[in-house]
């Protein structure tokens, strides 16, 4: 069985070897494009949500990483441009209704709001509970 608790300690160790050290709950991960590229399993998100990480911010995902982060329970938002907009330490407010992620209370970028199915999935606790529920 894997131990996430473990995995979450490497958790971007190249080139950050002090994230998950200094990670704290509820903290975004901003990223670029094709976020998690190369990931086809729920383990990728799974050992972010373990760390405590509430959501990502990106360019854009990669598909399944996309899919497999609502499955189970890990808020994703596209925000075009967003890597070059902030930096590290920055305090940002995400509003995933609307689509909108506010930085340092000033400035408001436009990003694509998250699906209704996700936002259900995500309400649920991932795509599991979810489909117990309407059982």
């Known amino acids: 069985m894997l131990d996430y608790s473990e995995?979450?300690?490497?958790?971007?160790?190249i080139p950050r070897p002090e994230f998950a050290k200094e990670a704290k709950p509820n903290d975004i991960v901003v990223a670029g494009?094709?976020?998690?590229?190369?990931?086809?399993r729920e383990e990728a998100p799974a050992v972010l949500k373990t760390l405590g990480i509430g959501c990502i911010v990106a360019e854009s995902f990669a598909r399944i990483f996309y899919r497999n982060g609502f499955n189970i329970g890990l808020p994703l938002m596209v925000v075009?441009?967003?890597?070059?907009?902030?930096?590290?330490?920055a305090i940002v407010t995400?509003?995933?209704?609307?689509?909108?992620?506010?930085?340092?209370?000033?400035?408001?970028?436009?990003g694509e709001p998250i699906p209704v199915l996700m936002q259900e999935m995500l309400d649920a606790g991932g795509a599991v509970q979810m489909y117990l529920k309407r059982k």
């Open 33 to 40: 494009k094709n976020f998690g590229g190369g990931s086809s």
């Open 94 to 110: 995400v509003d995933f209704t609307e689509g909108k992620l506010t930085i340092d209370d000033s400035r408001v970028l436009s």
């Open 80 to 89: 075009p441009g967003i890597a070059s907009e902030i930096e590290d330490g």
């Open 7 to 13: 995995m979450a300690k490497h958790t971007f160790e």
